[in-house]
């Protein structure tokens, strides 16, 4: 069965801090993305990832970075978290047009 | 910028009733996505619809789609108090990978 397994379900941590949200799939994957949840915003795009050492901004980037060094493994880096990125944040992976596979989501709390 | 909206936003019905989800989008696209979401949970893929004038049906959810309206409905038939979540329609353009999601419909099924 599809996994999509993120690192955390909960984390707290400090303004200014650097935050590291990792995203493991195994099912071989091309595609790989990271959404913030927000109520009343629905799912809004961080970054995105179709191959290995490639990424694509979204529609909300700024704050934010991504590594995917392997095919399997993207992370989402907050290079100086602040509390307006207070969020749950959802990791998914696709192949071509099929649908996406979402990971559990991590919520994440800016102190 | 693809944007989708979806309507309504909150929708509260009696078991046994039948209503119908709208999401609109404001570019051409091949490709829509109906997913799920339970409280607390990810989101679960329901149905892919591919083309104009598809129609999918898994028990009491049809999703169907209009390219030419840039519209799909997920029609509830009967609903049932499991049916309770939230659903999320999504989109990807024609040129890219991007997937761009609704704002979402909590649904909830009153006895």
């Known amino acids: 069965d599809v996994k999509v397994t993120q690192s955390s379900r909960y984390l707290v941590k400090r303004t200014g801090e650097k935050v590291f949200l990792e995203c493991v799939q195994d099912m071989d994957h091309e595609n790989m993305f990271w959404y913030r949840q927000d109520p009343g915003l629905g799912l809004r795009l961080i970054y995105f990832s179709y191959d290995v050492k490639m990424k694509e901004k979204g529609d909300i980037p700024e704050g934010y970075s991504v590594s995917r060094e392997k095919k399997e493994r993207f992370s989402l880096i907050l290079e100086s978290a602040s509390t307006n990125q207070t969020s749950m944040y959802l990791c998914?992976?696709?192949?071509?047009?099929?649908?996406?596979?979402f990971g559990d989501g991590t919520r994440l709390s800016i102190l | 910028e693809l944007k989708v909206e979806q309507n309504p936003l909150f929708l509260s019905m009696q078991e046994g009733k039948n209503y119908t989800i709208y999401c609109n989008y404001s570019t051409t696209s091949d490709r829509l996505y109906w997913y799920r979401q339970d409280p607390g949970k990810s989101l679960e893929s329901l149905f892919v619809?591919?083309?104009?004038?598809a129609v999918k049906q898994e028990g009491r959810l049809m999703a169907s789609l209009d390219t030419k309206a840039r519209l799909s409905t997920l029609h509830i038939t009967a609903a049932v108090h499991d049916l309770s979540a939230t659903y999320f329609c999504a989109v990807v353009t024609s040129t890219g990978n991007q997937f761009y999601f609704g704002t979402g419909t909590s649904l909830t099924v009153i006895p």
């Open positions: 998914a992976s696709c192949w071509g047009g099929q649908p996406q596979h």
């Open positions: 619809l591919l083309s104009n004038g």
